[in-house]
């Protein structure tokens, strides 16, 4: 978040704090209690009910919700399209290629800052020394699933999980691809990694 010195207006960073806190608040509550996605893994419309139950949790009026939802589906949306057709090359060094994926994971959280940004990007260095044990790649979109999904298991501020749906849906993750890709590494349902004996 800018820290406003090169803004004039005083009322502008604290008008930009509350609309940062209302969408995280907004979309923290929609990404871990309802479904945006449907069994071909298409984004779908949230029923008006669970944007009501929403507003009724967070004490935040349901337009307000609804605005929020919307521009997140859209946004989420394009960002899985940009991420299907983006080529993403293994050719160079690993501190090349987290910086790479650290911009799209920063991009994801711009859309939904739903998890611990400076955490995820620790943890994605972390995933990197474990791909390279098992000498194993994952697919770009699915190294996202797997960041986001290890730093959500792991903060011990959250009660409740991101549902793996709608966190494989918002990193254009396949159910197959991160699936397999959790077996191959040992990351447990915890998103903790279980060393394997070889």
């Keep these: 978040?800018?820290?406003?010195?090169?803004?004039?207006?005083?009322?502008?960073?604290?008008?930009?704090e509350q609309e940062f806190i209302t969408k995280f608040n907004v979309l923290n509550y929609i990404v871990r209690h309802a479904s945006f996605v449907n069994h071909q893994d298409k984004i779908i419309t949230i029923p008006k009910e669970r944007l009501q139950l929403a507003?009724?949790?967070s004490h935040i009026p349901s337009y307000i919700i609804s605005k929020v939802v919307k521009g997140f589906l859209i946004n989420i949306m394009l960002f899985r399209e940009h991420m299907r057709n983006y080529k993403f090359s293994?050719?160079?060094?690993?501190?090349?290629?987290?910086?790479?994926?650290?911009t799209f994971l920063e991009r994801l959280y711009n859309i939904a800052p739903v998890f611990d940004f400076i955490r995820a990007k620790k943890?994605?260095?972390?995933?990197?020394?474990?791909?390279?044990m098992h000498y194993y790649w994952p697919c770009l979109t699915t190294q996202l699933a797997l960041t986001v999904f290890v730093t959500d298991r792991n903060d011990k501020e959250n009660s409740e999980f991101i549902?793996?749906?709608n966190l494989r849906a918002m990193c254009a993750s396949s159910a197959y691809a991160f699936h397999r890709a959790r077996n191959k590494l040992?990351?447990?349902?915890?998103?903790?990694?279980?060393?394997?004996?070889?």
Excluded at 90 to 102: D, L, N, T, Y
Excluded at 123 to 132: D, G, V
């Design 90 to 102: 293994w050719r160079h060094e690993f501190a090349i290629q987290i910086e790479k994926v650290s």
């Design 55 to 57: 507003s009724l949790k």
């Design 163 to 165: 549902a793996q749906k």
């Design 186 to 198: 040992g990351i447990n349902n915890s998103g903790q990694i279980i060393l394997k004996k070889l």
């Design 1 to 16: 978040m800018a820290d406003g010195s090169k803004i004039h207006y005083n009322f502008l960073p604290l008008h930009i």
């Design 123 to 132: 943890n994605l260095e972390i995933l990197y020394k474990l791909f390279k």
